[in-house]
C-alpha cells in the first residue's frame, strides 16, 4: 500500500476534478504491475495497472484507453496475467459509470481474486459500494489499510465531496499593523522568500480568487512565477468576484495567455460563488483578496485554513487584511514559521 502511495503521489495536483489513485498488482509476492490516475478522463489507477499486464502497447496518457475496449478484460479467465492477484489501490474503486466504465467490473473481468484498499470514497455514487459488487463476485475484499495517509492523498476532494464547497485558504502578506496596502507606494510588504512560498501556495490549489476591488487597483496576474513545476501542471484558475463585474477590459486576466482560465461573477454572494466552483469540481481554492473579500471570507465562516505572511514593518495605510469582521476566528494547529525575514502563520480555522 506505500508502494500504491507513492504512485498515486506522482499525480498530485494533474487530476482535477478527480482525485489522485495508485494501484499496485502483486502476484506469488511479487509486483507484477503498478499505475495511476494521469489526469480527468484518462484510464484510473486500477485500469492502468491491469492493462499493463494485458497490453504491452498500453498508452498511459492516450484517450482511447478511457474505455476497456479489450474483450480480454471482459471475461475473468485463468489465463489472465492478473488472475489469482492482490490489487492494492489507495481508494476504493469506483463503481459507476462517469467518463470510464467501473473499476470494479474491470478488476472482476481481470479474475484478481483479491482488492486491499486504503480509503473510503466520500461520493455517495461509490461509499461502501465497491466491497459489496466484489464481494458478491468471490473477491476477497480488505479496506482501511494505511487509511490515513490514503486520504491524506485527496484531503480537498474529500472535503469537497462531503460539504460541496472547495476547502478555503486565505492569504495576506501584511504589515505588523495588519495592513495590506502601503502609503509609501512600495510594491511588496514581504521578503523574496515569503513570495516564493506563497507561489507554491498558488501551485497547491486549482484556483485563485481576489475580489473585484483588487483587480481594479492592482492589476494581478495570479499566475505561478519562479518556482519549477511537475510537467503538465495546470495555471489554476483565477477568479473575480465583484459585486458590480466591472473590471478594466485590459486587465491581465483578461488579455494574457491565461485570459481562458478566468471566471468573474458578479451579483452572487461569496458562498454562491464557491458553490458555482465546486460545481466544476474545484476542491481548493485560495482567496489572496483584498480585504472587504477577506473580511466577507470570514464573516460567512467559509474559511477553512489561513497563511498569513507578517513583514517586520510598520507602515500605516488604509487597507486592513480583514475588513468587516463580526466574529473572532480562531486557529488550531497553529504553526509559526521564519521566511526570510517575515514570519508565516498558519492552521486551520477551528469550527463551531
Known amino acids: 500500500m506505500r508502494l500504491a502511495v507513492k504512485e498515486a503521489s506522482r499525480a498530485l495536483g494533474l487530476t482535477a476534478p478527480n482525485p489522485v489513485v495508485g494501484a499496485v498488482i502483486v502476484k506469488n509476492g511479487r509486483v507484477i504491475a503498478k499505475g495511476y490516475h494521469h489526469a480527468a478522463g484518462l484510464p484510473h489507477a486500477e485500469i492502468e495497472a491491469i492493462r499493463k499486464l494485458e497490453d504491452r502497447n498500453y498508452q498511459p496518457n492516450s484517450k482511447s484507453n478511457t474505455q476497456l475496449g479489450n474483450p480480454q478484460l471482459l471475461t475473468p479467465n485463468s489465463q489472465l496475467p492478473a488472475a489469482g492477484s492482490t490489487l492494492y489501490v489507495t481508494l476504493e474503486p469506483c463503481s459507476s459509470h462517469g467518463k470510464t466504465p467501473p473499476c470494479s467490473e474491470a478488476i472482476i473481468a481481470a479474475g484478481i481474486s483479491r482488492v486491499v484498499y486504503g480509503a473510503t470514497d466520500p461520493d455517495k455514487r461509490h461509499l461502501g459500494r465497491a466491497a459489496k459488487i466484489l464481494r458478491k463476485a468471490g473477491i476477497e475484499v480488505t479496506d482501511g489499510i494505511l487509511s490515513r495517509e490514503c486520504a491524506a492523498l485527496n484531503s480537498?476532494?474529500?472535503?469537497?465531496?462531503?460539504?460541496?464547497?472547495?476547502?478555503?485558504?486565505?492569504?495576506?502578506?501584511?504589515?505588523?499593523?495588519?495592513?495590506?496596502?502601503?502609503?509609501?507606494?512600495?510594491?511588496?510588504?514581504?521578503?523574496?522568500?515569503?513570495?516564493?512560498?506563497?507561489?507554491?501556495?498558488?501551485?497547491?490549489?486549482?484556483?485563485?480568487?481576489?475580489?473585484?476591488?483588487?483587480?481594479?487597483?492592482?492589476?494581478?496576474?495570479?499566475?505561478?512565477?519562479?518556482?519549477?513545476?511537475?510537467?503538465?501542471?495546470?495555471?489554476?484558475?483565477?477568479?473575480?468576484?465583484?459585486?458590480?463585474?466591472?473590471?478594466?477590459?485590459?486587465s491581465k486576466l483578461l488579455t494574457d495567455t491565461h485570459r481562458q482560465r478566468t471566471l468573474v461573477f458578479s451579483n452572487l454572494s461569496l458562498r454562491k460563488v464557491l458553490q458555482e466552483l465546486s460545481k466544476r469540481g474545484i476542491s481548493s481554492v485560495l482567496i489572496e483578496g483584498g480585504g472587504q473579500t477577506l473580511g466577507e471570507a470570514f464573516r460567512r465562516k467559509l474559511v477553512d485554513e489561513v497563511r498569513f505572511f507578517i513583514a517586520p514593518v510598520i507602515q500605516g495605510g488604509s487597507v486592513p487584511a480583514v475588513s468587516a469582521l463580526i466574529s473572532s476566528a480562531h486557529l488550531t494547529d497553529a504553526s509559526y514559521t521564519k521566511i526570510g525575514s517575515d514570519v508565516m502563520v498558519s492552521g486551520k480555522v477551528k469550527k463551531a
Not at 469537497?160 to 495576506?172: C, F, M, R, Y
Open 156 to 250: 480537498h476532494w474529500n472535503h469537497l465531496a462531503s460539504t460541496g464547497l472547495p476547502w478555503i485558504i486565505t492569504k495576506a502578506g501584511i504589515s505588523l499593523d495588519g495592513r495590506i496596502d502601503s502609503p509609501l507606494h512600495r510594491r511588496w510588504i514581504t521578503s523574496a522568500a515569503s513570495r516564493r512560498e506563497a507561489m507554491r501556495l498558488r501551485a497547491s490549489v486549482e484556483a485563485i480568487l481576489v475580489g473585484g476591488g483588487t483587480v481594479r487597483a492592482d492589476d494581478p496576474s495570479l499566475t505561478i512565477r519562479g518556482i519549477k513545476l511537475p510537467k503538465g501542471h495546470p495555471q489554476p484558475w483565477r477568479v473575480v468576484w465583484s459585486r458590480t463585474g466591472k473590471i478594466p477590459r485590459k
